[in-house]
């Protein structure tokens, strides 16, 4: 996949989004999020990281080359290839063997998961999916909803 496509979100997300600083609308220029306040949120590949404080689990850098290396892996490997790739990867703190392939089972059954539950939502003209994971939700939902984002 080109980096410029990585780097471009969906031309109207910034619709649906606001400063979490400020509430103000945001429009999208280059490789970030900008609201009229002057509140900058950097898009780094193709996702707006709109978090306000680090992560104490992670650096922000490094959640950054995280993800850059995960997307290398993910042009060559099969979605469960990438993610018991992903689970060979550092965590902070160090997360235990057995943890680790429980998390690995549980996005490969999100779909069946999901499938069992996803009716009780509700229907909608939107969805937009926060801390949508492998976007297993928005992808259930993409041929009854007209609007998504995850
Ligand atoms: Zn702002």
């Not at 703190?93 to 057995?98: H, K, V």
């Not at 996005?107 to 499938?115: C, F, G, H, K």
């Not at 069992?116 to 509700?122: I, P, R």
């Not at 229907?123 to 994971?133: P, Q």
Request: aromatic share 10%.
């Amino acid at each position: 996949m080109a980096q410029s496509r990585l780097n471009r979100p969906r031309a109207d997300l910034a619709e649906w989004l606001r400063c979490p600083r400020c509430g103000a609308d945001v429009a999208h220029a280059h490789d970030r999020y900008r609201c009229g306040n002057g509140h900058e949120f950097p898009v780094v590949l193709g996702i707006p990281d709109f978090r306000l404080y680090e992560d104490p689990l992670i650096p922000r850098e490094d959640d950054y080359r995280k993800g850059e290396r995960l997307q290398r892996e993910a042009e060559r490997r099969s979605f469960a290839e990438l993610v018991a790739f992903y689970w060979t990867l550092p965590t902070y703190p160090p997360t235990a063997p057995d943890m680790r392939e429980r998390f690995i089972r549980h996005v490969l059954t999100d779909e069946q998961r999901i499938a069992a539950w996803a009716d009780e939502l509700g229907r909608g003209d939107a969805l937009l999916d926060v801390g949508c994971g492998a976007g297993v939700l928005s992808a259930s939902r993409s041929d009854s909803t007209s609007a998504f984002a995850g």
